[in-house]
């Protein structure tokens, strides 16, 4: 799956869209979550 998202990042920066990756102990509110994901809100305290 990483491998994957690294393709789709460079074909989206080549398009000229921004790609970050953030890397946080604490989400926020989970929504969602799989085994490659997760979709959250983040806390108010949260960068």
Not at 21 to 35: M, S
Request: hydrophobic residues 45%; charged residues 30%; proline residues 4%.
């Amino acid at each position: 799956m990483i491998r994957r998202f690294w393709n789709l990042a460079g074909v989206l920066k080549e398009l000229d869209y921004e790609v970050r990756i953030l890397k946080t102990a604490r989400p926020g509110y989970v929504l969602y979550e799989d085994d490659d994901q997760v979709g959250a809100i983040p806390f108010r305290d949260t960068f």
